[in-house]
C-alpha cells in the first residue's frame, strides 16, 4: 500500500519562509511526475507547482518566482520551498505523485492527507 505523506505546514507571518516534504513509501516501483496543490476555504483545489521525474518544473503564475519545486528521487521525497508568503497562500497543501506499483503496472494517483499552511499579515 502506497502512502504519502505531507510535513512542513504552520504559521508564518508575510514574508517569510516554509518548506513542506511530502514523503512516499510501500510498495513503489517508480514515481513518474509530482505536485503540489493547494486548496483555500471556499475555492476550489488548484495546482501550485508540479515537477517530472526528468526534473523539468513548471509554477501557477501565482507563486512564480517565490515558490521552489524539488524532489529527492533516492528518498521518494516532494519538497516545497515557499518564500516571501503572502496571506493569500493560506490553504491546506497536498501532495501528488503518479506511482507504479509494479513493473508492468499502470501508474495511479495518490495523495497525501494535506498540511495547513497560514500566513499572517
Known amino acids: 500500500q502506497v502512502q504519502l505523506v505531507e510535513y512542513g505546514g504552520g504559521l508564518v507571518q508575510a514574508g517569510g519562509s516554509l518548506r513542506l516534504s511530502c514523503a512516499a513509501s510501500?510498495?513503489?516501483?517508480?514515481?513518474?511526475?509530482m505536485t503540489w496543490h493547494r486548496q483555500a476555504p471556499g475555492k476550489q483545489r488548484e495546482l501550485v507547482a508540479g515537477?517530472?521525474?526528468?526534473?523539468?518544473?513548471n509554477y501557477a503564475d501565482s507563486v512564480k518566482g517565490r515558490f521552489t519545486i524539488s524532489r529527492d528521487s533516492a528518498e521518494n521525497t516532494l519538497y516545497l520551498q515557499m518564500d516571501s508568503l503572502e496571506p493569500e497562500d493560506t490553504a491546506v497543501y497536498y501532495c501528488?505523485?503518479?506511482?507504479?506499483?509494479?513493473?508492468?503496472?499502470?501508474?495511479?494517483?495518490?495523495w497525501g492527507q494535506g498540511t495547513q499552511v497560514t500566513v499572517s499579515s
Open positions: 515537477i517530472t521525474r526528468g526534473g523539468s518544473t
Open positions: 510501500g510498495s513503489i516501483f517508480s514515481i513518474n511526475a
Open positions: 501528488n505523485a503518479v506511482i507504479s506499483e509494479k513493473l508492468f503496472a499502470a501508474a495511479r494517483d495518490y
